[in-house]
């Protein structure tokens, strides 16, 4: 072969050498450390009053059957979709009454896709329903416990033992009740500390019913185990890798135990294992594919797919991991 053959092989070679790794990092695949890749699918909803369609949703859940029940604060109701996103149903309006909400926090649904729990930041309490939106108990104001008890819930997680766990952000502190609303405990106290908490916000459950909870003014990740006892804990204040704005407000994690992070102001997710370590992250501001305005929640159904709040957006964007 002549030397100028092998300069052009040698150049060919090179150049599509450089074409896999340009489309392999920074194409619209982002690649996970540990083999998986992520892509985007498409976006439910968009901003409206008609069904389907949403104000400010704030918070999301999906259940083990893959129904997704979104929390559209601003229209003050729950929205529930097909796992193909068609729309199914919807329950709630404006006010106090059983099946009202003032200031819709949070949604989410019993491990066995039963019941569904909402949580109302102004009226301070829990309401639980069955999964079509029939009515059946609530606590907190104007039910069992009162103003005092809550005093500013914002979000909640049930484990297999059917416990619930209720963040109380000024409180600092977590509540726990049985499922029909009895008291029985709390966990953590104000402060900087282990276990301790300045404005806890999410909270997530994973199989062996630990639980993960935003510790956002202290810029950190809490757990605890099925017994209540503080574990580990990561991060600080930053917008690096592994590191959480002063508002972290969702957490969510999946069958392979990868922990998803809402870093709202920074207008990511991150996501990590179970111990903290840092996997990867993905987001910007902006309204096109995989870019986010100021999102609040998130949550992964059976199958690795992930559904986010882009509330300023006013739209759920679903995301696929690819293993």
């Known amino acids: 072969m002549s030397r ?3 300069i052009v092989s040698y150049l060919l070679i090179l150049a599509l050498f450089e074409i896999f790794i340009y489309q392999n990092a920074f194409c619209c695949i982002d690649v996970y450390s540990q083999g998986t890749e992520l ?8 901003k409206g009053i008609e069904n389907g369609q949403f104000t400010f949703p704030h918070s999301l859940a999906v259940d083990n059957f ?15 979709f097909s796992p193909n996103g068609t729309f199914l149903t919807s329950w709630g309006s404006e006010g106090s009454n059983d099946g009202q909400f003032m200031g819709l926090h949070d949604v989410t649904v019993d491990p066995e896709g039963k019941f569904v729990y909402t949580v109302e930041l102004k009226n301070h309490r829990v309401q639980k329903f069955d999964s079509n939106g029939t009515f059946i108990t609530k606590w907190g104001y104007n039910g069992t416990g009162g103003r005092d008890l809550m005093r500013s819930p914002h979000q909640i997680a049930v484990n297999s033992l059917g416990n619930v766990y209720l963040t109380d952000s000024n409180g600092n502190q977590i509540l726990k009740f049985n499922n029909n609303g009895t008291f029985i405990g709390t966990i953590g106290s104000k402060g900087i500390g282990q276990g301790e908490f300045n404005t806890p916000h999410g909270i997530a459950i994973d199989a062996k019913n630990n639980i993960y909870v935003t510790d956002m003014k202290n810029f950190r990740i ?3 185990d099925s017994k209540d006892s503080f574990i580990r804990q990561w991060g600080s204040l930053g ?14 994690i999946d069958i392979n135990n990868r922990v998803y992070v809402v870093d709202k102001i920074n207008s990511r997710v991150q996501m990590f294992d179970t111990i903290g370590n840092y996997l990867d992250s993905w987001g910007s501001d902006g309204k096109g594919p995989q870019q986010l305005h100021k999102p609040e929640d998130i949550a992964v159904n059976n199958k690795g797919d992930i559904y986010i709040t882009d509330t300023r957006n006013s739209r759920i ?3 696929q991991v690819v293993h």
Do not use: C, H, W
């Not at 892509?39 to 968009?46: A, D």
């Not at 590191?243 to 972290?248: I, N």
């Open 222 to 224: 809490q757990v605890f």
């Open 239 to 252: 917008m690096g890798k592994g590191q959480f704005s002063e508002t972290a407000p969702g957490i969510a």
């Open 317 to 319: 964007q679903i995301l």
């Open 39 to 46: 892509k985007y699918i498409k976006q439910l909803g968009m």
């Open 4 to 6: 100028v053959k092998k």
């Open 66 to 80: 893959g129904n997704i029940y979104v929390g559209d604060t601003g229209n003050k109701r729950i929205q529930k």
